[in-house]
């Protein structure tokens, strides 16, 4: 009896092979679709500007703070014990506004980040299928996520991706 069950999930995995042997794979890197499309530099473009924007701010902030450090340590010699723990205590919500504000600046890039490129992962995914049918592929799969690290049969549809999104 176990033999028998033996030969079996042998024969099954023999005859499973020999299916999936014709099987033509295709490949997309769908963050080089979203860097390289006209509209993936675009918007790409406008996160870096607010990018800046943010940075300068939070470089501003930054500034504010080792300036007033610095004034701390020059007079912190002559000042009494307190107005030192005055001056410790600015000097300690400053820096946890500075941080708050690092946080904030990074959530809202990454939310813009997001914003932009779910409709065009959408509508990358809709040419993907297009290109695949046209490519006559059987399975597409996205190579930045799910790296193929071997097969046969593969074809990178990333340029015809591209080429097609930016019709």
Known sequence: MKNL???????????SFSAFAGIKIGTVNIQKVLVTTKEGKTKMK??????KKKEAAFTKLQKKFQKLKADFDKQSMVMSNKAKAKKTNELKKLLYEIEQKKVTFQRELQAMEQKFKM???KK???VTEQISKA???DITFEISTAPIIYAK???DLTDKVIAAYNK
Do not use: G
């Open 5 to 15: 069950l033996s030969v079996l999930l042998v024969a099954c995995f023999c005859f």
């Open 135 to 137: 490519a006559k592929v």
């Open 119 to 121: 409709p065009m992962i």
């Open 124 to 126: 990358i995914r809709k």
């Open 46 to 51: 406008k996160i870096q500007k607010e990018a």
């Open 153 to 155: 049969d593969t074809v």
